[in-house]
C-alpha cells in the first residue's frame, strides 16, 4: 500500500475556521483500503512551507493529495484576492522536496478543473465525490497504467456503514476546536435546486443522496468519546429536506441520548411548529439560512423556490424556540431595480432578532443559470477566463447607489453585516477577546445585553 500525504490549502477564517472535512472524509477511504495517511493542514502552522517540507521529508510519501475548497471569497468589495497562488505556491513547496505526483481535488477544483489544474500545476486532478476515485487513481498509478490528467468520479448514489466517515487527526481537532469550537458532519450530498448561482447540483447531483443515520450517530459518538467533542455543524447544502429525512435523524440524536448542539444550513420553507420543537430538542441552536434575495421578485428570479413570506414564517419557527438565525442576502442579481432594493432594505428589517449578512453582485461561476444570464446580457463572452472573479449585477441598477442604501442601512446595527468588511473587523475583534464558535451567533447575545442596558 500507498504512503498519502494530503494537505488542506483552506485558509480562510471568516466568519469562522472550518474543519476540513472534505480531506478527512477522503483520508478515510483511504485508510480503509490500507493507505498510510498523513494530513497537513496549511492553516494551523505559523510556518507552513517549513513545516510541510519537514513533513515531506520525514513521511516520505508516494503521493500527495491537494484538497481546494476555495476559489475566492466571494466578495465583490474586498481587495484584490488571489487565492489559488497558495494552491499554486503550496505545489511548489512539495516539487521543491519530492516529485511524486500531485493530484488535486475539492469542491472548487470541481468547478473549473481544467483552468485551476493548469494554473497550480497538478499533476493530476480529481472532479467530484473523491473516495473511490481518489483509490482508483492511485491504484492504477501504482500499476504503471497511463492516465488521464483529469477524471471525473461518479456521482455517489447513495452512502452507507462507513462511508462518507471523516478521519479526524487530534491535532487538528484540538486547534478547530480552540477555533471554532465545533466539528463538521456531511449527512448527505446533492441539491434538488435551482438556485441561479449555485454549483452544489453539478458538484454532488441533482438528488439528495442520504447517508445512513446509524453512521451519521457513530461519527458524533466517536467524536465526543476520542476528542470530547459536543458541538457540531452539518455541512449539508441544504439540511431540511422535503422528505422529511432530517427530522428522522433528529429524533435519533434523541433517542441516542448524545446531548449535543449543533447548526446547520437550511431553506426557509416547509419547517413547521412540531419539527422545530424536535430540532430544538435534538440540539439544534442556531441555523444559516440562504434566503438570497429581499423581496418576490428577485427570489423568483433567483429561482429560489419560495417568498419572502417562508423567510418571516421560518424566522418566527426559530425564534419561538430560542433558534439563533443567520440570513444571508445578495443584492444586484437577476431582476434587481431601484425599487426591489428598497424592499429588500424594508424586508431585512423584519428580521430585527437575526444576524443578517448582505452581498453585493454575484460571482459567477461555469454551469449555472447565472452563467447563461451573464452570457445573454454579454457581462460575459464564451471565451471569458473565469478563474478571476466576474460579478453579476442587474442593468437595471445604479451599483454604487446600491451599495451606498445597503451601507447607510446598515451603519447603526450591530448585526447587520455590509460590507463583508465590517464582518471581518467585527470578528477579528471578537477573536482578540476570546470568543469562539459561529460569532455571528455571539453578535445577538452581545445586542441583546446592549439592549436591555439601554432599557434600564
Request: proline fraction near 5%; charge should be negative; charged fraction near 25%.
Amino acid at each position: 500500500m500507498s504512503k498519502v500525504l494530503m494537505i488542506s490549502s483552506n485558509t480562510f477564517v471568516y466568519p469562522y475556521p472550518v474543519y476540513p472535512l472534505g480531506m478527512a472524509v477522503v483520508s478515510f477511504a483511504l485508510s480503509e483500503q490500507g493507505h498510510n495517511v498523513f494530513q497537513f493542514d496549511y492553516s494551523v502552522h505559523e510556518n507552513p512551507d517549513e513545516e510541510l517540507k519537514k513533513t515531506i521529508r520525514e513521511f516520505s510519501p508516494d503521493y500527495v493529495g491537494l484538497s481546494i475548497r476555495n476559489i475566492d471569497d466571494v466578495d465583490s468589495l474586498g481587495g484584490e484576492l488571489e487565492v489559488l497562488n497558495t494552491e499554486r505556491h503550496i505545489i511548489e513547496v512539495v516539487k521543491g522536496e519530492t516529485d511524486v505526483p500531485v493530484i488535486a481535488g475539492g469542491s472548487a477544483f470541481s468547478i473549473m478543473p481544467e483552468e485551476i489544474i493548469a494554473y497550480i500545476k497538478a499533476d493530476y486532478g480529481v472532479v467530484g465525490s473523491g473516495e473511490e476515485q481518489f483509490n482508483s487513481l492511485i491504484g492504477d498509478l501504482d500499476k504503471g497504467k497511463s492516465c488521464p490528467k483529469i477524471t471525473t468520479a461518479c456521482l455517489m448514489q447513495s452512502q452507507s456503514g462507513k462511508s462518507g466517515s471523516p478521519l479526524w487527526d487530534k491535532d487538528l481537532v484540538d486547534f478547530y476546536m480552540g477555533k471554532s469550537a465545533m466539528l463538521n458532519l456531511q449527512t448527505k450530498r446533492g441539491c434538488p435546486y435551482n438556485c441561479a448561482y449555485c454549483v452544489y447540483p453539478s458538484l454532488e447531483g441533482r438528488t439528495f443522496r442520504y447517508r445512513d443515520h446509524d453512521a451519521i450517530i457513530s461519527d458524533i459518538k466517536r467524536a465526543k468519546d476520542l476528542y470530547g467533542v459536543d458541538s457540531f455543524f452539518f455541512t449539508d447544502s441544504v439540511f431540511n429536506d422535503p422528505e422529511g429525512r432530517y427530522i428522522e435523524l433528529a429524533e435519533k440524536i434523541i433517542a441516542a441520548d448524545l446531548n449535543i448542539r449543533w447548526a446547520g444550513y437550511f431553506r426557509p420553507k416547509g419547517v413547521g411548529e412540531e419539527e422545530f420543537k424536535i430540532l430544538k430538542k435534538s440540539g439544534l441552536y442556531a441555523v444559516e439560512v440562504g434566503s438570497d434575495a429581499g423581496c418576490d421578485e428577485t427570489l423568483r428570479r433567483m429561482g429560489k423556490g419560495f417568498t419572502f413570506d417562508d423567510i418571516i414564517d421560518f424566522y418566527n419557527g426559530c425564534n419561538k424556540e430560542g433558534i439563533a438565525g443567520a440570513y444571508f442576502f445578495i443584492f444586484g442579481g437577476p431582476g434587481e431595480t431601484e425599487a426591489t432594493v428598497r424592499e429588500g432594505v424594508e424586508n431585512m428589517r423584519k428580521l430585527k432578532d437575526g444576524v443578517i449578512f448582505v452581498y453585493s453582485g454575484i460571482r459567477v461561476l461555469p454551469g449555472t443559470s447565472l452563467h447563461k444570464i451573464a452570457l445573454e446580457e454579454g457581462v460575459l463572452s464564451p471565451d471569458d477566463p473565469m478563474l478571476e472573479p466576474v460579478y453579476y449585477f442587474s442593468p437595471g441598477i445604479d451599483v454604487d447607489e446600491m451599495n451606498r442604501v445597503l451601507e447607510e442601512d446598515a451603519k447603526h446595527n450591530r448585526r447587520y453585516i455590509f460590507p463583508p468588511e465590517k464582518g471581518k473587523n467585527m470578528i477579528d475583534a471578537m477573536h482578540t477577546f476570546g470568543y469562539k464558535g459561529l460569532l455571528w451567533n455571539e453578535l445577538l447575545a452581545i445586542s441583546g445585553r446592549s439592549k436591555r442596558r439601554k432599557r434600564k
